[in-house]
């Protein structure tokens, strides 16, 4: 048995995010694992690092799937690329130790989330960011940061009610950059809770403008109270950048 890892780019707008749906045939999971098995004749799953939301984007995701097919990975690569759809990309293609787990030996992800702050909206930008016109503070911004790095309870910045598993995570980096408008925030970590990132950015926007102080972390950390943080922002600002391994 074949253990094959793939590392994937996509356009999250026309798909109900990565993880496969009983009733959808609109997922990344599932238009990757349709042609896996008409390539191997085989019955493929494949595993994601994890799962990424509605409309969200990667450039470096990590999947695996397990076959028994003898085709070269240079054929197997050609072969996905060909009949994948064209917003769909196997950026790598490697065979790896039978016990490779894409999701379980991950050690750390990179996500990128895009912010267009202008007065007009930008056109081009439209599908891969976030428009937010309001004026931004952004040396408070990276006070905020700072605050958040680190090892903490993030269960206040994700849309879990509740867990049985534990929601402590830690954040080694967070970045903001700004160029013509555009904010791109980095985030480095271990691992991310549902919708994380998208209630962080949320969160240091609203410090940024002002509608938030930035004691706001130290109360969502100490209530762990989901509304005191700032909003989710939309998923098409939101980008996969890269998940690491040992």
Avoid at 110 to 115: F, H, I, K
Wanted: hydrophobic fraction near 35%; glycine fraction near 8%; charge should be negative.
């Amino acid at each position: 048995m074949r253990n094959i890892k793939l590392t994937l780019e996509y356009d999250g707008r026309r798909y109900q995010g990565w993880q496969k749906l009983g009733d959808s045939d609109k997922t990344i999971q599932e238009k990757i694992e349709s042609i896996l098995e008409k390539m191997t004749e085989e019955k493929i799953e494949i595993i994601g690092s994890g799962r990424t939301d509605a409309g969200a984007h990667a450039r470096g995701q990590v999947a695996n799937f397990k076959t028994e097919s003898a085709m070269s990975l240079s054929d197997m690569h050609g072969y996905l690329n060909r009949y994948l759809p064209k917003d769909v990309a196997v950026k790598e293609i490697a065979e790896v130790p039978e016990r490779f787990h894409s999701r379980y030996n991950a050690k750390s992800k990179q996500y990128s989330y895009y912010v267009w702050n202008d007065k007009v909206r930008s056109v081009f930008n439209h599908h891969h960011s976030y428009y937010h016109p309001m004026k931004l503070d952004l040396e408070k911004m990276q006070e905020a940061c700072e605050k958040l790095v680190g090892t903490h309870d993030f269960l206040g910045f994700s849309s879990l009610r509740k867990s049985k598993k534990s929601t402590v995570r830690t954040i080694d980096s967070i970045a903001i950059e700004e160029e013509n408008g555009m904010l791109k925030f980095t985030f480095v970590g271990e691992g991310f809770l549902y919708n994380m990132v998208r209630i962080l950015v949320g969160t240091l926007l609203e410090i940024g403008d002002g509608t938030l102080d930035i004691s706001v972390i130290d109360e969502v950390f100490d209530t762990k109270v989901r509304k005191t943080a700032g909003i989710t922002v939309p998923a098409q600002g939101l980008f996969l950048d890269e998940v690491t391994y040992d």
